[in-house]
């Protein structure tokens, strides 16, 4: 029901606050409540505005009972100053390709990411870990309800969170427990293998893996959606023509490229800087990080920068330590150009430097110049990015044949690397540039980012 707030009533977040954590019977007792406040507003004379209103703090809580505002008041709240704690919206209300942006469908998704929440203590942001891998010892299966909930395609979300909870929260049979030891990549015995291989890009549900005393530094993914694109150019470097359309699913990129604070992590854990068939993971001379008294330390102020002197074979052992892979060359030239074929740098029609790092003496830190129209930082300059496929300077001739999901070529000399880096010229930073090396090579120019398939 929804309730006139009084000076004795808290809002969920300041309630969450003040609990280091919610019994399990107290949790759902909270999820129980808000699934029944959501269908009564979505009767009601002001229906559709339940998700519109639905966040930690718009939702109130006296004596254990929760209570969405009257119609009045949560409009007050919905104009109100914004902070972090923002109505929660869908793929498709921030995307704006939906319909309705007032529907059953983005209630549910507020409802799942609002559960998350009181579960996790943060947002399902990028690739989430599902409850159960982190709480063992819940008794009812809140993965199957957020799972429906937190779907990508509104289609698959239940019509009411409340039937859905009552059909999904059962007992659970027996706990998931975390693997407590991080296995170490595995790579083919005969490093020469991967030059006669093709290497296959699965649609997969990236697995996460960690241990309790080494954790990775996540970052957070922005969804690309899927489609036809057009990508390469008639007018640029022979290897970049023709252009031709691709058609790709949806799939998700990091933000921004590794940092040297997130790479160390997996070196401490490698305990070294090869990998079990020799192959460099990185070379330290071309890095921001060393190791000095036997330990391995970033450099003073590069710890946000991102890490550079990485192989390739580094680059793709690093995404499978967080279950991720390295984005094809397609898909990273379409996350380049942002939703708009026509632009030629990331940045739009041009590029300064005002807008990305190049012509200079040193990389930045991430997410010092604006993201790209879908959020990505970092695209051109800064750091050369591998990427998954072989180069071969006329794959494109071959690959306007076959357009769909393009992986490059079966096998080769050198793997691709895109958009340009701190010392390039504004040439290498247009998003249909092509640039290569061998995959054993390291620079203090090379980097990467993580790509990972979307679950359909």
């Given at each position: 029901?929804?309730?006139?707030?009084?000076?004795?009533?808290?809002?969920?977040?300041?309630?969450?606050?003040?609990?280091?954590?919610?019994?399990?019977?107290?949790?759902?007792?909270?999820?129980?409540?808000?699934?029944i406040l959501m269908d009564e507003a979505s009767k009601n004379e002001w229906g559709g505005l339940a998700h519109a209103t639905i966040s930690l703090d718009t939702i109130f809580v006296k004596e254990g009972k929760l209570y969405l505002p009257d119609h009045r008041l949560a409009r007050l709240l919905e104009q109100g100053e914004k902070s972090e704690l923002r109505p929660f919206l869908s793929p498709e209300q921030k995307q704006r390709t939906s319909d309705s942006l007032h529907d059953q469908s983005s209630d549910a998704y507020a409802y799942g990411v609002l559960l998350y929440y009181m579960l996790m203590g943060h947002f399902p942001e990028g690739l989430f870990p599902w409850p159960s891998t982190r709480i063992p010892i819940l008794q009812h299966n809140f993965d199957s309800l957020l799972r429906q909930c937190l779907s990508y395609h509104p289609k698959e979300r239940p019509r009411s969170p409340l039937a859905a909870l009552n059909a999904a929260l059962t007992p659970v049979p027996q706990p998931i427990l975390r693997p407590e030891k991080l296995e170490r990549p595995e790579f083919d015995h005969d490093p020469g293998a991967i030059f006669q291989k093709e290497l296959q890009i699965g649609h997969y549900l990236p697995k996460e893996k960690g241990c309790s005393d080494m954790e990775p530094l996540s970052t957070e993914m922005a969804l690309i959606p899927g489609g036809s694109f057009f990508r390469g150019s008639n007018y640029g470097g022979r290897d970049e023509a023709p252009r031709h359309r691709v058609e790709l699913a949806p799939y998700a990129l990091d933000i921004h490229p590794v940092t040297n604070e997130q790479f160390i992590r997996f070196l401490e854990l490698m305990e070294g800087e090869k990998d079990v068939n020799n192959n460099d993971i990185i070379r330290l001379r071309e890095a921001r990080i060393k190791r000095m008294a036997g330990r391995l330390q970033i450099e003073s102020g590069y710890a946000k920068h991102p890490v550079v002197g990485v192989t390739w074979y580094g680059a793709v052992a690093y995404a499978k330590w967080l279950g991720k892979r390295l984005p094809t060359e397609a898909e990273w030239e379409v996350a380049a150009l942002g939703g708009d074929e026509e632009l030629a740098y990331p940045t739009g029609s041009s590029i300064d430097k005002a807008s990305a790092n190049f012509f200079s003496s040193d990389t930045t830190a991430v997410k010092s110049y604006p993201p790209n129209r879908f959020g990505l930082f970092d695209l051109a300059g800064n750091v050369y990015e591998w990427c998954l496929d072989w180069y071969d300077n006329q794959y494109y001739s071959f690959a306007q044949v076959e357009p769909g999901a393009p992986r490059g070529p079966a096998q080769g000399i050198y793997r691709v690397l895109r958009g340009g880096c701190w010392k390039s010229s504004k040439e290498d930073l247009r998003s249909n540039h092509r640039h290569?090396?061998?995959?054993?090579?390291?620079?203090?120019?090379?980097?990467?980012r993580c790509a990972a398939d979307v679950t359909q």
């Open positions: 029901m929804t309730h006139t707030l009084t000076a004795q009533t808290v809002t969920l977040f300041q309630h969450l606050l003040s609990h280091a954590s919610l019994d399990e019977e107290t949790l759902l007792s909270f999820a129980r409540q808000i699934a290569r090396n061998n995959p054993g090579a390291v620079n203090g120019t090379y980097g990467f």
